[in-house]
């Protein structure tokens, strides 16, 4: 909208020109999600906390988490508010990028809703069951890499770029929509497995998105992306403008779940921001980096994973408790504890795999 209204003002006054910048109105998109976030949060958590949509602990859990009980939960619809106002207002309506990315968080949000609202107001524990709710994540996974990849207008946005190699970029034609499809919902999955401690989530999926959208910006740059000899992938860039409003609300978020925790942000939350890492790391074709930057993302699946495995194989648990998180705790670390030695692995993890943009 704003972009829009920068061309009529430009006729007015030159200097509004300063809003066509995509670095200015990211900035911007950051702001405005950041205090949306801060505005409507206390709303949000009163109107969960009368409704009485609070958190349910798993027995057999650590006892520390006993006193969440009741915690208002499907906080997450703060941070799709605050990042649905933000794009709309500040990135350019004729990209499709932005377009898809939205809808297809939006869209696994409906899903984490849809589970929330079963578990949390109408008390079935069940929530949605697990095949309707991967179902409709296959459904809507697969809906945006089919339409990422009949909008391709050409082959150099199907391609996969290995880290660390100059001239290496795989072209997989139609296998493209196999793999986009397993990084949307496989992260979306991946996110929501990680959310289970007070803002143990919410700041790797702000450092994470932050990353992808400056790789996302660089991408869509002719002359950057020459220079780091990455794809050129012509609108790319405007996804930082999304990027940049899940930052703002992630951290306006976080204002409201750092320890001890006043909202949780639920399926509705984990499962959007999930997805949208996915979309974009596949809009700015670096897949492989995000698995480096959301290392966390993947260590915690993994742990889930090999301890059903195990279990199911030799009758043994691998660890104390799954996801990996929960081991620690029951190790003996306090809540705080991990979640910022997770943060700071994030950190340099994320680091790490903006590194790779060079060492080619």
């Not at 939205?102 to 849809?114: E, H, Q, R, S, W």
């Not at 978020?253 to 949208?276: E, K, R």
């Amino acid at each position: 909208m704003i972009y829009w209204l920068s061309e009529y003002l430009m006729s007015i006054d030159s200097s509004f020109a300063v809003l066509q910048y995509i670095t200015v109105r990211a900035a911007f998109s950051v702001i405005t999600a950041l205090i949306v976030s801060l505005i409507f949060g206390p709303l949000v958590i009163d109107r969960l906390n009368v409704a009485q949509v609070g958190q349910v602990v798993r027995t057999d859990g650590p006892q520390t988490h006993f006193e969440k009980a009741g915690t208002p939960t499907m906080g997450g619809v703060l941070i799709l508010l605050s990042i649905t106002v933000s794009t709309i207002l500040w990135a350019d309506w004729n990209n499709h990028y932005v377009w898809i990315v939205l809808a297809v968080t939006l869209l696994f949000g409906a899903v984490g809703f849809v589970d929330d609202y079963r578990k949390l107001v109408k008390r079935d524990p069940a929530g949605l069951p697990a095949r309707w709710k991967y179902f409709w994540q296959s459904v809507f996974g697969l809906a945006g890499a089919v339409v990422l990849y009949i909008s391709a207008p050409g082959s150099i946005e199907l391609e996969y770029i290995v880290p660390f190699f100059k001239d290496v970029a795989l072209n997989l034609g139609i296998v493209y929509v196999i793999i986009s499809y397993f990084m949307i919902v496989g992260f979306s999955n991946a996110v929501n497995l990680t959310d289970g401690l007070d803002g143990l989530a919410i700041l790797p999926t702000v450092l994470v998105g932050g990353a992808l959208g400056v790789i996302a910006y660089l991408a869509g740059h002719s002359e950057f992306s020459a220079y780091l000899n990455i794809p050129y992938i012509s609108g790319s860039g405007e996804i930082s403008i999304f990027a940049g409003a899940l930052l703002g609300a992630g951290l306006g978020f976080l204002w409201f779940n750092t320890y001890p925790a006043q909202v949780f942000m639920g399926d509705i939350g984990a499962l959007a921001l999930g997805a949208a890492l996915g979309v974009m790391a596949i809009i700015s074709r670096h897949e492989i980096v995000l698995f480096i930057m959301g290392g966390v993302f993947v260590v915690e699946t993994a742990s889930v994973i090999i301890q059903v495995a195990s279990f199911k194989l030799t009758g043994r648990r691998i660890f104390r408790m799954a996801p990996l998180h929960h081991h620690f705790e029951l190790k003996g670390w306090p809540e705080p504890r991990v979640i910022v030695r997770f943060w700071i692995i994030t950190l340099m993890l994320v680091l790490f795999g903006l590194v790779t943009l060079k060492l080619r």
